[in-house]
């Protein structure tokens, strides 16, 4: 039996491609979400937008360890060879280890297991409670590096599915 | 490009810059077009004093960091963006950028290597950031179908 369209066929158009596109887009931003991320720390700087002191400070390098941490980092008082710089919140690399992604319905979900991580991301961590974020939350954006690779990934699942 | 995505695209590629120097810096490359890309490797003695003192021997530009950390970019008025070591970084910073990037004629006297990493006079930064900055300009000029 045949289906007659009666809306917007361009519209219809784009609506059956972005449909086919998601499984390729999905697909690819799990592959390489977490090295994004993880390649964003380790190098100082916040994978969220703004996110390197406090969430607003505009900065997306993250804020200088504290002069308490830096002494122990010095007198070597630390269970790693921890170095000062970069500030790249790795000690012994567990907490980066433990990021997650798994393709979830409509999304690609990235996590942390590791406890430390809502210490960074949310509730501060050390005495002066420093936050240096790890993940977006609900509304914010990644850093601008990590869009314009999102937007790619976009782009060449569409462009694979016309 | 409407106006109200002017503003709004100016802030997305000075994001870009800031971010994109800051990880060609931690590969130890210039972003700058015409320099050398990667940057030349730190003396022997050099390169133990700083592997000591921030954990890599790389020539990343990040010994305490400070120089770096005072590093920014900015969407300006009209149609640029402006980045570097801007009004707010520290005098020790903006010296230490100058002598790096050999500005003037006092950097050229100074005994440390030449690593660009701030773009002089009609200098631009290299090809494939400007692609980058050219596609992020690009998504937001509206395709002739949205009007539909």
């Given at each position: 039996?045949?289906?007659?369209?009666?809306?917007?066929?361009?519209?219809?158009?784009?609506?059956?491609?972005?449909?086919?596109?998601?499984?390729?887009?999905?697909?690819?931003?799990?592959?390489?979400?977490?090295?994004?991320?993880?390649?964003?720390?380790?190098?100082?700087?916040?994978?969220?937008?703004?996110?390197?002191?406090?969430?607003?400070?505009?900065?997306?390098?993250?804020?200088?360890?504290?002069?308490?941490?830096?002494?122990?980092?010095?007198?070597?008082?630390?269970?790693?060879?921890?170095?000062?710089?970069?500030?790249?919140?790795?000690?012994?690399?567990?907490?980066?280890?433990?990021?997650?992604?798994?393709?979830?319905?409509?999304?690609?979900?990235?996590?942390?297991?590791?406890?430390?991580?809502?210490?960074?991301?949310?509730?501060?961590?050390?005495?002066?409670?420093?936050?240096?974020?790890?993940?977006?939350?609900?509304?914010?954006?990644?850093?601008?590096?990590?869009?314009?690779?999102?937007?790619?990934?976009?782009?060449?699942?569409?462009?694979?599915?016309? | 490009?409407?106006?109200?995505?002017?503003?709004?695209?100016?802030?997305e590629i000075?994001?870009?810059?800031?971010?994109?120097?800051?990880?060609?810096?931690?590969?130890?490359?210039?972003?700058?077009?015409?320099?050398?890309?990667?940057?030349?490797?730190?003396?022997?003695?050099?390169?133990?004093?700083?592997?000591?003192?921030?954990?890599?021997?790389?020539?990343?530009?990040?010994?305490?960091?400070?120089?770096?950390?005072?590093?920014?970019?900015?969407?300006?008025?009209?149609?640029?963006?402006?980045?570097?070591?801007?009004?707010?970084?520290?005098?020790?910073?903006?010296?230490?950028?100058?002598?790096?990037?050999?500005?003037?004629?006092?950097?050229?006297?100074?005994?440390?290597?030449?690593?660009?990493?701030?773009?002089?006079?009609?200098?631009?930064?290299?090809?494939?950031?400007?692609?980058?900055i050219?596609d992020i300009i690009?998504?937001?000029?509206?395709?002739?179908?949205?009007?539909?």
């Amino acid at each position: 039996m045949p289906i007659k369209w009666t809306g917007d066929l361009k519209r219809f158009k784009a609506l059956t491609l972005t449909e086919r596109a998601k499984p390729k887009f999905f697909k690819e931003v799990k592959e390489f979400i977490k090295d994004e991320i993880v390649g964003s720390i380790e190098r100082g700087v916040s994978p969220v937008h703004k996110g390197g002191e406090d969430g607003s400070s505009g900065k997306l390098r993250y804020k200088d360890y504290s002069d308490s941490y830096k002494r122990q980092i010095d007198k070597k008082q630390l269970e790693t060879s921890k170095k000062r710089r970069p500030v790249n919140l790795k000690l012994t690399g567990k907490l980066l280890n433990s990021l997650k992604a798994r393709i979830s319905g409509d999304a690609v979900k990235v996590w942390f297991t590791d406890a430390k991580a809502k210490y960074h991301n949310e509730l501060g961590a050390g005495k002066s409670k420093i936050i240096r974020r790890l993940l977006p939350k609900t509304g914010e954006q990644f850093n601008a590096g990590i869009r314009k690779r999102i937007v790619k990934a976009l782009k060449d699942a569409i462009r694979l599915s016309i | 490009m409407p106006k109200s995505n002017r503003k709004e695209v100016k802030i997305e590629i000075a994001e870009f810059v800031e971010d994109t120097i800051l990880e060609y810096l931690s590969r130890g490359e210039s972003p700058v077009a015409g320099e050398r890309k990667v940057f030349k490797s730190l003396s022997k003695e050099y390169k133990k004093i700083k592997s000591k003192v921030s954990g890599s021997s790389k020539p990343n530009m990040e010994l305490f960091g400070d120089m770096l950390d005072d590093f920014e970019s900015k969407a300006d008025t009209g149609s640029s963006i402006t980045f570097g070591l801007l009004k707010d970084a520290s005098e020790k910073s903006k010296l230490k950028a100058e002598n790096h990037n050999k500005w003037t004629s006092r950097a050229l006297k100074t005994k440390v290597p030449k690593r660009r990493f701030i773009p002089k006079g009609e200098q631009g930064l290299r090809k494939e950031i400007m692609r980058d900055i050219e596609d992020i300009i690009e998504s937001y000029v509206p395709e002739e179908n949205d009007a539909d």
